[in-house]
Each structure stands twice: as structure tokens, then as C-alpha cells.
Nanobody, 121 residues
């Protein structure tokens, strides 16, 4: 199995920056896509950004130009750099990973437990 652990959430003021990280561990052969999603109170979980093993990225329109996703393929870790934060960015942020397991070669999507990001003055 695969475990994802997020870190870096917190309370920040509008216009400031915050960085999240997500470390994957377990019986991992490779991780194809890593992503970040968020869920605000009363809303559905939505895509924030994804990144392939080759470095191709995809962003939600609402975060383009402000957020940057990156990854370390050796350490199986993804990062989300969030700049110019707005109150609308307030949500629980979840990372996920599309991973292939050693031995079984089974491919599944795994999720972290979530980390709270609150943007407020």
C-alpha cells in the first residue's frame, strides 16, 4: 500500500504565500501523476493542480499564475507553492498519487489525510 502525508498548512493573511508538501511512502514502483485538490466548506472537492512524472503540469483556472506544483521523483514527494493567497483559497488541501505497486504492478489512486489552509485577515 501507499501512504501520503501532507504538511505545511496553516493560517495566513491575504496576499501572502504558503508551501505544501506531500510525501509518499510504501511499496511504490513508480508514481505516474501527483496532484493537489481542495475542498472548501459546503463545496465539492476540486482540482488544484497535477503534475506527471515527466513534469507536465495542469492547473485550475482559479490558481493559474499564483500556484506552482512541482515534484521530486526520487523522494516521491510533491510540492505546492501558493502565492498571492486569497480568502477564496481557504480549504482543506488533499494530495493524491496515481501509483503502481511493486510486485503486483497494481495501479491505484491514493489520497492524503488533508491539511487545512486558511486565508484570513
Amino acid at each position: 500500500q501507499v501512504q501520503l502525508v501532507e504538511s505545511g498548512g496553516g493560517l495566513v493573511q491575504p496576499g501572502t504565500s504558503l508551501s505544501l508538501s506531500c510525501a509518499a511512502s510504501g511499496n511504490i514502483l513508480r508514481i505516474n501523476v501527483m496532484g493537489w485538490y481542495r475542498q472548501a466548506p459546503g463545496k465539492q472537492r476540486e482540482l488544484v493542480a497535477t503534475i506527471t512524472s515527466g513534469g507536465n503540469t495542469n492547473y485550475a483556472d482559479s490558481v493559474k499564475g499564483r500556484f506552482t506544483i512541482s515534484r521530486d521523483n526520487v523522494k516521491n514527494t510533491s510540492f505546492l507553492q501558493m502565492n498571492s493567497l486569497k480568502p477564496d483559497d481557504t480549504a482543506v488541501y488533499y494530495c493524491n498519487a496515481d501509483a503502481v505497486l511493486r510486485l503486483s504492478y497494481r495501479q491505484s489512486t491514493y489520497w492524503g489525510q488533508g491539511t487545512q489552509v486558511t486565508v484570513s485577515s
